[in-house]
């Protein structure tokens, strides 16, 4: 079922909407159906975030293909994010009602947010997400995980059966920790630029299980709900109020 919040008239509703559950062929006549040429006209609350897919909307056509549908991690996340606060503008909240409704009712999300992380295209490389069993890698590295291969930019290679703690230091375990460091949630233990390859079976598809290679490129970085909602709420500007 395709379902739009309650401002169905709004443009910019309904293209996230429409970008979110238009995954497949399946959907092509729906997307045909809502396709606005105002969807052409549409930007991202963060025009300078390198995790987004900033040409993504000049690109949208009134036919369907694949590359009509927000795919990475990043950039569903945050047409979530913009759809929170375009409804919460079209409802007459304000800005603080909307971070209330979130601290209050949502803890189990903030504690997931607090500990999910993406890499430099946008794809969840961890988290502690229980939705999201099987995606990234696993928190340690062990004889049962996937074999991986970190690859950085000097061209040093290892492979083993990494986890997450390998890539990524967090705070307390390392001493003199800096402001800037704890305010990232710790640090690298990789140069920007470092590839980590993981082989696993995907059993997802027709046709029966298959390895596949999955990538992550350093630098990893979390994302804050709060901060993208307060992005947001001044981008948009109460434009459905």
């Not at 045909?32 to 390198?50: G, H, I, R």
């Not at 690109?59 to 950039?75: E, N, P, Q």
């Not at 069993?133 to 083993?160: M, S, Y």
């Amino acid at each position: 079922m395709f379902v739009l919040p309650s401002a169905q008239t709004d443009i910019t509703i309904i293209s996230r909407t429409a970008t979110l559950n238009c995954l497949t062929t399946h959907y092509a006549p729906l997307w045909e159906e809502v396709y606005d040429l105002a969807f052409a006209d549409q930007e991202w609350s963060q025009p300078t975030n390198p995790r987004l897919p900033q040409d993504f909307w000049q690109k949208l056509t009134s036919t369907w293909t694949r590359d009509c549908a927000l795919r990475t991690d990043y950039a569903r996340r945050l047409a979530l994010v913009e759809i929170d606060v375009l409804v919460a503008q079209a409802l007459g909240l304000t800005l603080d009602e909307l971070l209330l409704i979130y601290r209050v009712q949502f803890p189990v999300m903030q504690q997931y947010e607090r500990d999910t992380w993406y890499d430099r295209q946008g794809r969840i490389v961890f988290t502690v997400s229980k939705g999201l069993v099987g995606v990234g890698l696993p928190r340690k590295g062990g004889r049962g995980t996937p074999r991986t291969r970190i690859r950085t930019p000097d061209g040093q290679t290892r492979e083993g059966n990494f986890g997450w703690e390998d890539l990524w230091t967090y705070p307390g375990t390392a001493t003199g920790d800096s402001e800037e460091t704890l305010k990232r949630g710790g640090s690298p233990k990789v140069p920007d630029g470092t590839v980590v390859s993981q082989w696993v079976t995907d059993d997802t598809l027709p046709g029966g299980p298959r390895t596949v290679e999955r990538r992550y490129i350093a630098p990893f970085a979390r994302a804050n709900r709060e901060v993208d909602y307060r992005i947001a709420w001044d981008f948009f500007g109460g434009r459905l109020g």
